[in-house]
């Protein structure tokens, strides 16, 4: 019951924010955990963005900014150790830190160390405890009390408890195997923190945010994915997460004593362990898409019965998670692409993209994409440009290395972040961008 009271709160609290309002962003892709932000694009028919409020260096990963209030929280990883920083939002100096002992790597790390390293995994905020809590490459979960100065609530490492092994080969051709470490974001949900954990006797686990003990475990035993985290979604009314595990794309129940129940499964196994997209969710359908042996995006209706495909297309994202908005599907991977949500038919694609990109969709019906080592574009969504691309705007923020941690709006500010962990926060030119 109270986790059905906070999924329902929530979607009132999104559902009637009038325009223009500002939000935190709590979670992995921002308040609503789907890139859709209920902040304008400060767009004013001229001009977009103002000069940088802050740059800092956090230690290297790929990992997201979490904003509360006037603090913003980052992971990083330097001299051998994860770092939990609280800035302050307006100027970025530091309220307070936490680290503790970590690799820069998973211990059963395999392929593309030169793409990535350090903190990979964005932290979610509780706003009822007022804990963060973190998943390190390594395996390390922890709820930090940001009421007390990052103060450690509880800990655990899931390789040592739930004895998960190196990612298999799962490719039918050979030498495709990648193991990242834990990449995913855990969820908050009612009283529960829900982590895919890989392990040997269950995929996701659910934990007690309060205490960390044990809930329950999926019936899927999977390993895990490579991708941002569980994604909530309900079923004919039942709570339950889609997952894009390592091997498929599962459903499962969190709700009561059905809590850990398969609801349903969809195969989709992806060279070189790549299945890195997060599941995109709107209603009772899921859309997932990978590059490599793939090269595909596909939609399923869920149902408690299964899954039951509705269209499979010839594009693909091979890192940013699809946005879905107004009969719409957006991302940002060799190219900014617009899907037809109820045909997977492509509208339209364009712009200066390639694989490292991740998007916004603004309360103004706009864009904002960060690709590359860095670059910042304001975009038209198919509202005011059905048929074409169409950039409004475009600038250089980072030029070094790869923009793969996602970016965030949040209080009229632009954070973004590369793999070295430089940050930027940048102010948005106008608080209503409605021309």
Known sequence: MRSTICFLSLLFFLSSMPPGKTA??????????NDVSPEPSGWDGRSW?????????????????????DHVYLTGWSKNRDTIFCLDSDTGKQVWQQSYESPRYGRFAIGDQKL???ACSTPDYDSETGLLFTLGVDGN????????????SWSLNIYDRYKAERRPEVAERKKTQRDYGYMSSPLVFGMQLIVEVGGKTGNVVSFDKHTGRELWRSENRDEAGHTGGPVPIRVQGVSCVAVLTL??????????????????????????GNNIATAAVFEDSVIITSAYNHFAMCRMNVSLQGATKVWKNELASGVCSPVIHEGRVYWAWRGVHCVDFETGTELWSGGKVGS????????????IVYANKGSLT????????????TQLAAET?????????????????????????????????????SK
């Open 24 to 33: 935190d962003w709590p979670h992995w892709r921002g308040p609503g955990r």
């Open 49 to 69: 963005l103002k000069s940088p409020l802050w740059n800092v260096n956090v230690g290297e990963g790929s990992s997201s900014a979490v904003v509360i209030g």
């Open 116 to 118: 990535y390293s350090g």
């Open 356 to 367: 490292q990109g991740s998007c916004i969709l603004t309360s103004d019906d706009r864009l």
């Open 141 to 152: 979960l922890n709820a930090w009390d940001t009421g007390k100065k990052g103060q450690l």
């Open 247 to 272: 091997r498929n794309l599962v459903v499962t129940r969190i709700d009561g004593n059905n809590a850990g129940k398969t609801v349903a499964v969809y195969p989709w196994t992806t060279d070189y």
């Open 378 to 389: 304001l975009v038209e969504t198919a509202k005011r440009s059905p048929q074409e691309y």
């Open 397 to 433: 923020v980072f030029k070094e290395t790869d923009a793969w941690p996602h970016v965030v709006l949040s209080n009229g500010r632009l954070i973004c972040r590369d793999r070295n962990g430089n940050v930027r926060c940048l102010t948005v030119s106008s608080e209503f961008g």
